[in-house]
């Protein structure tokens, strides 16, 4: 009987209510605390999702382009464009060949 009589008077005890009531309020600052930085950084993951999206995108077109450019540099290696650029840029023509230009 000496026992209960001993824990219910510690119960009782103003002091005992007013430090758990700070020990609660801490908690509870803390779970508000993580709860915001948790927000915030669903956040920054969120941008940082979509800015690996654009980049990907990126990459496929620059692949896209380097696809382009090797073609076009395979084309200029060919005997069909030195002949274009010869008659388009330097006015060239076959022997026996006859260039009619229009007048401006």
Known sequence: ?????RKAAYRKRPHNRASMFF???AVLVIVAVIAVSATRLQKKIDAY???IAELQAEIQREEQRAKE???FRKYTQT????EEIAQN?????????I???QEQ
């Open 1 to 5: 009987m000496r026992k209960k009589r």
């Open 23 to 25: 020990v609660t309020m």
């Open 49 to 51: 999702d979509e800015r």
């Open 69 to 71: 450019l090797e073609e």
């Open 79 to 82: 005997k069909g464009f030195v």
């Open 89 to 97: 840029q330097l006015g060239l023509v076959y022997d026996g060949e």
């Open 99 to 101: 260039l009619f230009k």
